[in-house]
């Protein structure tokens, strides 16, 4: 009697360790993965949801930045319900083999449930793209905006112009005095040479 019962405790212990086994491994919800496209984008790949799975990446090049957004049932897999986190992988990997990560993917591609209804595919059902900050060219426009609203103008309206200043003239009797000057006279004595002439001249 006892060893029947030892027996049935033995059966009961090994059911539970199978069903222990069988039971799905707990789902990779709230789970981020970041990866690099094709062409370097900087990606990452965020997971949420229970049955219907919601899957967010967001990336960013050199000169914009982009998003998509996917839905699906990967857990009617049984692959996925086994070992999600594989099946996450297999996306990333997919996802790293492309130049942009949301342009051409439909649906997210993985090699564990290529059986599994069409319900576990992860669909696109939204997607954007956002323009990098241009406040540097704007500060660049603003500055020049700033120099030429700053430069003064060759000449204000209502100012009289000036007349450029001729040097070396002056009256008549000048003019013929500093010419006889040169004429006659060393050119270091040029001024007083035409001191002197001036002064005959009357």
């Known amino acids: 009697m006892k060893s029947l019962a030892l027996l049935f405790l033995i059966v009961i212990c090994g059911m539970g360790g199978l069903g222990q086994k069988l039971k799905p491994k707990k789902r990779s919800n709230g789970e981020e993965i970041k990866f690099r496209t094709k062409t370097k984008d900087v990606c990452t790949m965020s997971i949420s949801g229970d049955e219907e799975m919601n899957v967010r990446?967001?990336?960013?090049?050199?000169?914009?930045?982009?998003?998509?957004?996917?839905?699906?049932?990967?857990?009617?897999?049984?692959?996925?319900?086994?070992?999600?986190?594989i099946y996450w992988n297999q996306v990333?990997?997919?996802?790293r083999k492309l130049p942009h990560a949301c342009e051409s993917t439909k649906v997210l591609?993985?090699?564990?449930?290529?059986?599994?209804?069409?319900?576990?595919?992860?669909?696109?059902?939204?997607?954007?793209?956002e323009p990098e900050d241009l406040a540097d060219e704007d500060e660049s426009v603003e500055q020049t905006g700033v120099r030429a609203a700053g430069?003064?103008?060759?000449?204000?309206?209502?100012?009289?112009?000036?007349?450029?200043?001729?040097?070396?003239?002056?009256?008549?009797?000048?003019?013929?005095?500093?010419?006889?000057a040169r004429e006659h006279c060393w050119e270091s004595l040029h001024g007083v040479c035409s001191y002197v002439f001036d002064i005959f001249r009357g």
């Open 109 to 129: 591609k993985t090699t564990m449930c290529q059986k599994a209804p069409t319900e576990a595919l992860m669909r696109q059902i939204a997607a954007g793209m």
């Open 151 to 180: 430069t003064s103008p060759a000449h204000e309206v209502g100012e009289p112009l000036k007349k450029p200043t001729q040097h070396g003239q002056g009256s008549e009797n000048e003019t013929e005095a500093m010419k006889l």
């Open 57 to 85: 990446i967001e990336c960013r090049s050199q000169d914009t930045s982009y998003w998509c957004e996917f839905a699906g049932k990967p857990s009617v897999c049984r692959a996925f319900r086994n070992n999600p986190k």
């Open 92 to 95: 990333a990997v997919e996802l």
